[in-house]
């Protein structure tokens, strides 16, 4: 917040001889070292820098793990992806702040120009007592 970056560590998981690690070893051949020369910094509260920890495991699927100040964490996979995608994701962790995202996904209730004609649901409708009629015409 307020200019202070908040990933503090950053989790890179991979594999040496699967497929599917191709992309992210690759990016790591080239560009980890360029990412972590440009990410050196110091927090004045902390005095620690981004802390870049690569883990080898055999039989899984790559993820990126952004570990960040307040304690959350965000995971990525990033499987079969080319270089110039991976370098985005972790971009992307790198500058986020940490918030989790709602599970919901929206923020404001929907509002619709045409309500329903059977009514609105809610947690408190009695369903239990509700009494059914069935009637024969004919």
Known sequence: LKGVRQLRELVIRYSDIDGSSRGIREWMRTDLLRFANENQFKDA?????LVIRTELKRCCHPFL???YLNGNSKTICIKNLSTDEI???VLFLRNQIGRKMSSTGYKYPIVSKRPSIQGEWNESMDLL???LEIVNRE
């Open 129 to 131: 007592n509700l009494k």
């Open 45 to 49: 509260h902390t005095d620690s820098g």
């Open 87 to 89: 370098q985005e994701y």
């Open 65 to 67: 793990t952004g570990k």
